[in-house]
């Protein structure tokens, strides 16, 4: 780096600086993208295969820090350890998995009438990542990207920069060639955007806000190079009256808490039959009981603070918002739990919520949760589409019945009864929620050019 000034790395529950990194600039930039392109022609050209060795290397140093990992993002935005140790260093490990075994499989050349199609590597990929899951999202763009031959800058929110640290150690550990990934630390308006414009970068792969999307993808026009987004969410638990009840909500606190809410596919929403809210009320209270507030670093802990002082002011000022526009507060409010001193929130669920408010369009991405009352199938499908987002969403009922309301709804992944996780399946947004897919053989798509040769 070739700037002396540095960004402090908070630790959320405490308060207490635990890192310092260096405050990236335009010129640091501009090495990484310089080194990226030299190290672009070799790694284009190495076979699939000796690619996809590399990154089972890397798979297993990540493997072999999972403590390591799990203890930085903890202390760097106040996931719980628990969280920390199975899902923010676990899902990497799945997702680095399926991925090698995408592009063990993958035609890499195609045979179409007269026509060979050949999927070859874009070029310079910047991937911008943001704090609530941090390796996890490095990850999903770094890993398929180098599996299509791409190189990579990866600049990591600078709020939770530590993994990433640890990421460039075991990629080089693995044998990764020099330059084929880079990392330059920052802010988004100046390493962010100095990423964004430069003409040796041929593609952007953010997460993050739809805001700073709408950002990216204007900059990003100045040299048409290719952008997918995965931004914002707003997600609706869709629960029918022909759910086994319980369980739904039960499943719905689950999808809405994990993470303190902050979670771009959460379900902030919870859309029950108009006579069920209280019903609905009374079984979430019941089940976010069992959900602790505390340090972090106690195993028993399920949600901790939230990632940032900043992030909690905001936070709690939907929490106001929503108390002055006339929502039921049911549980939690404003201010910190008691007894908490740090970037606290008290997990709050608000009844008689209009899907109009600001509480039930705008993303909080909090422990926010809005029970609301519709009158058919209709209305629900209504207001579960009639936010500016579509990135994920789930229906709970009679198979049949839940399946086709699933398909109603205008969103990138919907869970039907509480389905699992697919490591396999596309990810991504509708509308406002972003454009791309993530994971599986549409993640690994996202990172290739398609050339036609008619022989």
């Known amino acids: 780096m070739t700037n ?15 890192a310092e ?18 190290a672009f022609p070799a790694w284009a050209a190495t076979p699939p295969e000796k690619r996809i060795a590399v990154v089972g290397r890397i798979a ?21 350890i628990g969280l920390s140790r199975a899902a923010q260093a676990g899902f990497p490990l799945a997702v680095i998995a399926s991925m090698i075994g995408v592009a063990e499989t993958f035609d890499w050349t195609e045979q179409i009438g007269n026509s060979l199609i050949v999927h070859e590597p874009l070029g310079v990929v910047a991937a911008i990542t943001p704090w609530n899951f941090p390796l996890q999202q490095a990850v999903s763009k770094v890993i398929p990207a180098l599996l299509a031959g791409n190189t990579v800058v990866l600049k990591p929110s600078e709020i939770a920069p530590l993994t990433a640290g640890i990421l460039a150690v075991v990629t080089a550990e693995a044998g990764l060639p020099v330059g084929v990934v880079n990392i330059v630390y920052g802010d988004g308006p100046v390493t962010g955007e100095a990423l964004v414009a430069h003409p040796d970068v041929d593609m952007v792969s953010f997460t993050g806000s739809t805001r700073a999307g709408r950002r990216i993808g204007a900059v990003a026009a100045g ?74 670093l106690d195993p028993a802990t399920v949600i901790g603070p939230m990632a940032s002082e900043q992030h909690r002011q905001k936070v709690d000022g939907y929490i106001r918002r929503g108390i002055a526009d006339g929502a039921t507060l049911v549980t939690g409010g404003p201010g910190r739990p008691e007894g908490r001193t740090g970037a606290y929130v008290r997990p709050t669920i608000f009844t008689n919520v209009d899907p ?30 009639g936010t500016i987002y579509g990135l994920t969403s789930g229906v709970f009922g009679e198979p049949d019945h839940a399946l086709a309301v699933a398909r109603r709804l205008r969103a990138g992944q919907v869970d039907v009864n509480g389905a699992d996780w697919n490591p396999l399946a596309p990810f991504g947004g509708y509308r406002q929620s972003g454009n791309g897919r993530e994971f599986g053989r ?13 022989r």
């Open 356 to 385: 109009s408010s600001a509480l039930a369009q705008e993303e909080i991405f909090g422990p926010v949760l809005t029970i609301i009352g519709y009158a058919d199938d209709d209305e629900a499908v209504a207001i579960a589409n």
């Open 223 to 296: 040299t048409v190079k290719r952008v997918a987004l995965e931004l914002g969410g707003k997600g609706a638990n869709v629960i029918l009256d022909d759910a086994d009840f319980p369980a739904a909500v039960e499943k719905g606190v689950l999808m809405a808490y994990t993470n303190g809410g902050q979670v771009c596919g959460s379900w902030p929403r919870m859309l029950v039959p108009a006579g069920r809210t209280g019903e609905a009320a009374a079984i979430a209270t019941r089940a976010l009981a069992a959900y602790p507030v505390g340090d972090p």
């Open 21 to 38: 990194f260096p405050a990236g600039t335009a010129a640091d930039v501009d090495r990484a993208v310089a080194a990226a392109r030299a």
């Open 60 to 80: 297993d140093g990540l493997a072999a820090r999972t403590e390591e990992i799990a203890q930085a993002i903890t202390a760097e935005m106040g996931a719980p």
């Open 4 to 18: 002396e000034r540095t960004l402090p790395v908070i630790n959320p529950a405490t308060g207490v600086t635990v």
């Open 442 to 454: 549409a993640g690994l798509a996202e990172f290739l050019e398609t050339k036609a040769v008619q």
